[in-house]
């Protein structure tokens, strides 16, 4: 059984039936039959669909919000535009990927000589619970878009966000089993990626679990997309706009909860306005409501799982023990609910846990760096490397910086972001591949060349 359990209050919502493996292979096999008839679509035809699943999800936006505040906590105002997100990514890849896909033409000892984008088939798409919606859709819209059918293995704390998302669908008029919920538990996801009809995967999740993808997938020769997670930097220097970059990394920060891949998690100051910039975070997050997600005043709203709370006070502790100062929160709530407050550390080292290691909740980490090297130098000190951001009035200084960020994207002077107009995607323990953007589109399909005489 897959348990959905309301983080706001501890309590269970519903508990749906899984798949046994006979069931499992049905519907995968529902994917994989469909899968010729939607690749015969054109372009227009596929855009079709989408535009009307994005219409369907708008249509429904209130609903879908409630839901995810019910599941996994995010604040409702927080809800409403990630599904206004995801029906974005479904418009623009019904707007763009005829333009993304379209054959290239090279020159060559052949006549004509080009490379034309083929669908790979029926994709497995692995997701969490941390962005249920959209998450979902920067997988589904271009994959579809590019004429491959979907199976969706969700995460086990959002199962009613799936079957939602499969209903957006059948609302929506799509062709049967072009996307198809897989309610399973994690211990079924390999027999999922060894079935011989499964083409490839895209998974976004932790380090521990995404090598365990990969190595299963490279067993099999089935292409990957990984997003890992990160331990964002984001640099703040002596000359920048710091009422902003206050601004900007205190929301990057408290989005979700913290609970955001690409959340400015280590925030990296300048000596000379340390003390400063200190006190501006310390003012912004002070201001922050926890509360229930159901309201529409709740900035702050719990962690998903009670585990997950746990393991983060374990780290905000230890950061503490090593000689970090917590100037707000780092206590665990007594009530009801998996709550974490605001929590702001400050003194941060590079050998302390909240350093070393990714801190998914709403906790920031300020470090002391004495000069531009050593900010970049911290910056890179981590195993991850997915978003990066940099707060300085020197447009020439911040473009030699971000470039030698250890990053996937960078952002100068503003939130790091994921933008259906651009890729996005990590290095190092972040991951591999891109989502979203031309580059997103091009990761499940075949890129085929074909010469003439």
Not at 179 to 186: A, D, K, Q, S
Not at 422 to 438: A, D, N, Q, T, V
Request: net charge negative; proline share 5%.
């Amino acid at each position: 059984m897959l348990t959905s359990t309301n983080p706001c209050t501890g309590k269970i919502l519903a508990e749906y039936p899984t798949l046994n493996n006979a069931e499992l292979h049905e519907r995968i096999g529902d994917a994989y039959r469909a899968a010729d008839q939607w690749q015969a679509l054109s372009f227009d035809e596929r855009a079709q669909t989408l535009r009307a699943v994005a219409a369907e999800l708008r249509k429904q936006k209130s609903t879908l919000a409630e839901l995810m505040a019910l599941e996994m906590g995010k604040p409702i105002k927080e809800g409403g535009p990630e599904v206004e997100k995801a029906a974005g990514c479904a418009e623009y890849y019904a707007d763009h990927a005829a333009e993304h896909l379209a054959a290239q033409t090279l020159p060559s000892d052949a006549s004509n000589s080009y490379v034309c984008h083929q669908p790979l088939g029926t994709l497995l798409g692995i997701l969490p619970w941390n962005a249920p919606l959209w998450l979902a859709f920067r997988y589904l819209a271009p994959a579809l878009m590019a004429g491959n059918t979907c199976v969706m293995k969700h995460d086990p704390n959002v199962p009613g966000c799936a079957i939602a998302i499969a209903k957006i669908f059948a609302d929506a008029g799509a062709p049967e089993n072009i996307v198809v919920n897989l309610p399973i538990g994690n211990d079924t996801i390999e027999t999922a990626i060894r079935d011989p009809r499964i083409a490839a995967v895209s998974f976004t999740g932790s380090g521990n679990a995404g090598r365990i993808v990969a190595a299963v997938a490279g067993s099999e020769i089935k292409p990957t997309v990984l997003e890992l997670g990160g331990s964002d930097p984001c640099i703040v220097l002596a000359d920048a706009d710091l009422e902003t970059a206050a601004d900007i990394a205190t929301l990057s920060r408290m989005i979700n909860a913290g609970q955001s891949c690409i959340a400015a998690k280590r925030i990296i100051v300048e000596d000379a306005v340390y003390d400063v910039f200190v006190e501006k975070l310390q003012t912004r997050m002070a201001k922050f409501k926890s509360g229930d997600p159901l309201l529409a005043d709740t900035d702050v709203g719990p962690i998903a799982r009670d585990d997950l709370r746990q393991n983060l006070h374990r780290q905000v502790t230890e950061t503490i023990k090593a000689g970090a100062k917590c100037l707000l929160g780092g206590e665990l709530n007594d009530g009801a609910g998996f709550f974490y407050p605001p929590t702001l550390l400050i003194d941060v080292t590079e050998g302390m846990c909240a350093f070393k290691e990714e801190t998914f909740g709403p906790v920031m980490v300020v470090i002391r760096a004495a000069d531009v090297e050593e900010a970049v130098q911290l910056a890179n000190e981590t195993p991850y490397g997915l978003g990066a951001a940099v707060w300085t009035s020197n447009s020439e200084l911040a473009t030699n910086i971000a470039n030698r960020l250890e990053a996937g994207q960078v952002a100068i002077n503003g939130i790091v972001k994921t933008d259906s107009r651009l890729p996005s995607g990590g290095i190092k323990g972040s991951g591999y591949g891109r989502e979203l953007g031309p580059h997103g589109i091009r990761e499940f399909v075949n890129s085929k060349q074909i010469w003439v005489k």
